[in-house]
C-alpha cells in the first residue's frame, strides 16, 4: 500500500518542486534585470496571470475527483463522461477568460495598484502571457486528469520539463537578449506549450482517448464538476487574491520597497505552498478511490502519510526560510530598503510555511473525499479573513500589521482545519461501529 502510495505522491511532490524552483529562479531573473520594478509589477498582474492556472487546475481536479470516486464505485462510463466534459469545461472557459483579460487587462492592472512606471511593465507581462492563455489552461487541467490514469511519473515528467524549459527560456529572454518583462513572459508561455505536447501525446494513445461523444456537456456532470473544482479552484488561485490586498496595503504602508520585498517573501512561501500541494493532490486519486469504495483502512492509511508529509515538509521549510533569511535579497537583486523589510518579516512568514504543512493538505483531502462544503469553508474563508486582517492590523501597527496579516490567517485556518478533521474522523469511527453491530446497516 506505502509504495502505492509513493508512486503517486513523489512525481506529484517532485512536479510541484519544479514549479516552485522555477517561481524562485524567475523571480532572480526579473530581480536582477529589473530590480524592484520588475518584481513589483510581476506580483501587481500575477493575480490576473493566476487566473489562468487556477481555472484549469480547478476544472482537471475536480473533474478529477468525480472520476475517481466513481472508477472506485465502479461506473466506469460515469467516469468518461466526466473526463470528457473536463475538456469541454476546459476549451469554453479558457477563451471566456483570455477574451476577457486581453480586452480589460489595462484597468484590472489599474485596480489591482499598477500606476506610474509600473503600469505599463505589469501590461507588457500580461499581454505576452495571454499569447498562451489557452494553452495554459489546458495544460493545467490535463495534468491531474493524467494522475488519475495512474499516470504519475509521466505528468511529473510534463510538468517537470516544462519549468526546466521555461527557465532555461528565462535565462536567455531575460538575462542574454534583455528582454524583460516580455521575456519573463514569453517563456512561461513557451514552457506550457512543452507540457501541454506532452498531455496531448497520452491523450493520442489509443487506450487514453476520449472519444468526442463523452466530451457532449452533461448538465449535472458539468455542475457536480464546478461544485468540486471549486475547492482546487480557491486553493490554487486565492493567494493570489491575497496578493492584491498585500501589494495594496504595502504599497501605502511601505512604498515601492515593501511591493518588491513583499514580491520576494510571496515567491518564496509560494515554494512550501505548491510543495505541499503537490502531496495533497498527489494523494487525491488514492483518496477518492478508497472514498469510492468505502475503504476505511486504505482511506486512514493514506491520509495519515498525506498529513505526516505536509506537516514534516511545512516545519523543516520554515526552519531552513528562517536560517537563510539574511541570505534571500541578495539572490533577488532588491534595494536596501526592501532587504531590510525581507529579513524583518521573515521570522512571521517562516510561521506561515510550517502552518502550510496542515492547512493545505487539509483542504485537499477533504474534497478528494468529498467533502466539498468544508473544504470550501477553508478555502473561501482564507480570504475572507485576511480581508479583515489585512485593515484592522495595520491600523493598528503599521507595517507590521501587513507582515503579520497571513500568519494570522493561517493560525486561525489551523484551529479549523483540527476541527474539521476530528469531526471527519469522529464521524467515520461512528459510521463504522454501526456498520460492526448486527442488526445495522
Not at 328 to 340: H, V
Not at 343 to 353: R, S
Amino acid at each position: 500500500m506505502k509504495k502505492n502510495y509513493l508512486k503517486y505522491i513523489l512525481p506529484s511532490m517532485l512536479s510541484f518542486l519544479l514549479t516552485g524552483i522555477y517561481s524562485i529562479v524567475d523571480g532572480i531573473f526579473v530581480g536582477r534585470a529589473m530590480g524592484d520594478p520588475g518584481l513589483a509589477a510581476i506580483n501587481i498582474a500575477w493575480p490576473l496571470v493566476a487566473l489562468i492556472i487556477s481555472l484549469g487546475t480547478g476544472i482537471g481536479m475536480g473533474a478529477a475527483v468525480i472520476v475517481s470516486l466513481s472508477r472506485g464505485a465502479g461506473n466506469e462510463k460515469k467516469a468518461l463522461l466526466a473526463e470528457g466534459n473536463a475538456f469541454f469545461l476546459l476549451l469554453v472557459s479558457s477563451l471566456l477568460l483570455v477574451l476577457l483579460l486581453a480586452l480589460a487587462g489595462r484597468p484590472l492592472l489599474m485596480l489591482l495598484g499598477a500606476k506610474g512606471e509600473l503600469l505599463p511593465l505589469a501590461e507588457i507581462y500580461l499581454k505576452f502571457i495571454l499569447l498562451g492563455g489557452i494553452i495554459q489552461v489546458f495544460a493545467s487541467g490535463m495534468v491531474p486528469l493524467m494522475r488519475n490514469h495512474g499516470a504519475s511519473f509521466y505528468s511529473m515528467c510534463s510538468m517537470g520539463l516544462g519549468c526546466i524549459f521555461n527557465i532555461i527560456l528565462d535565462y536567455y529572454f531575460v538575462i542574454i537578449l534583455r528582454l524583460g518583462m516580455m521575456g519573463a513572459a514569453l517563456a512561461t508561455a513557451l514552457g506550457q506549450i512543452m507540457t501541454l505536447f506532452f498531455c496531448v501525446a497520452f491523450y493520442i494513445r489509443k487506450k487514453n482517448r476520449i472519444p468526442l461523444s463523452a466530451m457532449r456537456p452533461d448538465k449535472r456532470l458539468v455542475l457536480s464538476i464546478l461544485r468540486v473544482a471549486a475547492s482546487p479552484f480557491g486553493l490554487t488561485y486565492l493567494p493570489s487574491v491575497t496578493i492584491i490586498f498585500m501589494n495594496l496595503q504595502a504599497l501605502a504602508w511601505g512604498g515601492e520597497e515593501a511591493v518588491s520585498a513583499y514580491a520576494v517573501l510571496a515567491y518564496i512561501i509560494s515554494f512550501m505552498e505548491l510543495l505541499v500541494q503537490g502531496i495533497g493532490d498527489g494523494s487525491q486519486p488514492l483518496l477518492s478511490l478508497s472514498e469510492g469504495k468505502n475503504d476505511t483502512k486504505a482511506l486512514k492509511a493514506y491520509s495519515r502519510w498525506t498529513f505526516s508529509l505536509g506537516i514534516g515538509f511545512g516545519i523543516l521549510g520554515a526552519v531552513l526560510f528562517f536560517l537563510a533569511r539574511n541570505l534571500l535579497p541578495a539572490f533577488y537583486g532588491t534595494s536596501p530598503e526592501a532587504a531590510a523589510y525581507i529579513v524583518h518579516a521573515a521570522p512571521a512568514f517562516a510561521l506561515v510555511m510550517a502552518l502550510y504543512g496542515l492547512t493545505k493538505p487539509a483542504v485537499s483531502y477533504l474534497y478528494a473525499t468529498h467533502r466539498v462544503g468544508k473544504s470550501s469553508i477553508l478555502v473561501y474563508g482564507e480570504i475572507l479573513l485576511t480581508l479583515l486582517f489585512i485593515y484592522l492590523l495595520p491600523a493598528f501597527l503599521g507595517l507590521d500589521g501587513v507582515w503579520y496579516t497571513i500568519p494570522a490567517v493561517q493560525v486561525v485556518l489551523a484551529g479549523l482545519c483540527i476541527l474539521f478533521l476530528s469531526k471527519t474522523y469522529a464521524l467515520r469511527a461512528h459510521q463504522k461501529r454501526d456498520k460492526d453491530v448486527p442488526g445495522r446497516a
